[in-house]
Nanobody, 125 residues
Framework: VQLQASGGGPVQAGGSLRFSCASS????????VGWFRQTPGKEREFVAA????????SYADSVKGRFTISRDTTENTVYLQMNNLKPEDTAVYYC???????????????????WGQGTQVTVSS
């Protein structure tokens, strides 16, 4: 599985951004794509995840109601729409994928086998 992430950049507080994560090589019905973020000196933090087949989703409490994860089967791409961005959303964002995760494992970055490159988001107040 290969992941190609795009999107991100500078934005003012209250603004919006959309990330894309294009994947190839997806194989199983338990294929899950997640988004994580990381700031210097901190551990990688779960943001959101989606099961490719069922479209079930999960969000971190800090982004519920502001971020939306979705997938496009024709493009083999998962999107993360981020609205009402806050300065505390500033981080490097990563998409990740795995073909064997059960739902309880979605927030754990160590459970994902495949990672895209990170992309910086900077939210200014």
């Amino acid at each position: 599985v290969q992941l190609q992430a795009s999107g991100g950049g500078p934005v003012q507080a209250g603004g919006s951004l959309r990330f894309s994560c294009a994947s190839s090589g997806r194989t199983s019905g338990r294929y899950v794509v997640g988004w994580f973020r990381q700031t210097p000196g901190k551990e990688r933090e779960f943001v959101a995840a989606i099961n490719w087949s069922t479209r079930h989703t999960s969000y971190a409490d800090s982004v519920k109601g502001r971020f939306t994860i979705s997938r496009d089967t024709t493009e083999n791409t998962v999107y993360l729409q981020m609205n009402n961005l806050k300065p505390e959303d500033t981080a490097v964002y990563y998409c990740a994928a795995d073909g064997t995760l059960i739902r309880s494992g979605w927030p754990n970055p160590a459970a994902y086998d495949y990672w895209g490159q990170g992309t910086q988001v900077t939210v200014s107040s």
